[in-house]
T-cell receptor, first 115, second 112 residues
Framework: EAGVTQFPSHSVIEKGQTVTLRCDPI?????LYWYRRVMGKEIKFLLH????????ESGMPNNRFLAERTGGTYSTLKVQPAELEDSGVYFC?????????????FGPGTRLTVL | GDSVTQMEGPVTLSEEAFLTINCTYT??????LFWYVQYPGEGLQLLLK?????DKGSNKGFEATYRKETTSFHLEKGSVQVSDSAVYFC???????????FGQGTELSVKP
């Protein structure tokens, strides 16, 4: 079974540009999460999809961030326009259910650097 | 609100030394608790978990016990190896499921 994949692995952009990150969850996992780790701090939750619906987007920092999951398969996270403070590692995770006993499987992350 | 606090790193140990990484959490209800590990160049992997008080999670020689009375979930290993060098994250689930709440991560470096 393939794991969670993310693309690209690294992205370096200039302030004001747009970047789109992609996440492919494990097949059959309805739940998809985005997290972010900024500058060696804690990993923070951004949002949670159940299939194509946004279940919880309380962690999205502002309206420069737009997440989609059309068709309930892969997801994209777009940052437009990017700011310096958006630099960090963006993780995607998926799980079959959102229950407390279900394990979230993480991808390798996308390292975003905004110059 | 819900939070997780873990000891700051980096932690540097010699091979075969004993490891403890402290983790405490805020207690609203009885959340599931997790340790994730990120090896260099890789993604987060679940290391172990415990779902109720007094449960002990274990994997690859690592152990952690869910202590309700001290709201702690400390990670231990009796004899670390160079291959254990990684960043370790403590996390809790919310009572209603969904998102995980992470600590800030502890970088471990094991020297031969």
């Amino acid at each position: 079974e393939a794991g969670v994949t993310q693309f690209p692995s690294h992205s370096v952009i200039e302030k004001g540009q747009t970047v789109t990150l992609r996440c492919d969850p494990i097949s059959g996992h309805d739940n998809l999460y985005w997290y972010r780790r900024v500058m060696g701090k804690e990993i923070k939750f951004l949002l949670h999809f159940v299939k194509e619906s946004k279940q919880d987007e309380s962690g999205m920092p502002n309206n420069r961030f737009l997440a989609e999951r059309t068709g309930g398969t892969y997801s994209t996270l777009k940052v437009q326009p990017a700011e310096l403070e958006d630099s960090g590692v963006y993780f995607c995770a998926s799980s079959r259910t959102s229950g407390v006993l279900d394990t979230q499987y993480f991808g390798p992350g996308t390292r975003l650097t905004v110059l | 609100g819900d939070s997780v606090t873990q000891m700051e790193g980096p932690v540097t140990l010699s091979e075969e030394a004993f490891l403890t990484i402290n983790c405490t959490y805020t207690a609203t209800g009885y959340p599931s608790l997790f340790w994730y590990v990120q090896y260099p160049g890789e993604g987060l992997q679940l290391l172990l978990k415990a779902t109720k008080a007094d449960d002990k999670g274990s994997n690859k020689g690592f152990e952690a016990t869910y202590r309700k009375e001290t709201t702690s979930f400390h990670l231990e290993k009796g004899s670390v190896q160079v291959s254990d060098s990684a960043v370790y994250f403590c996390a809790r689930a919310r009572n209603q499921g969904g998102k995980l709440i992470f600590g800030q991560g502890t970088e471990l470096s094991v020297k031969p």
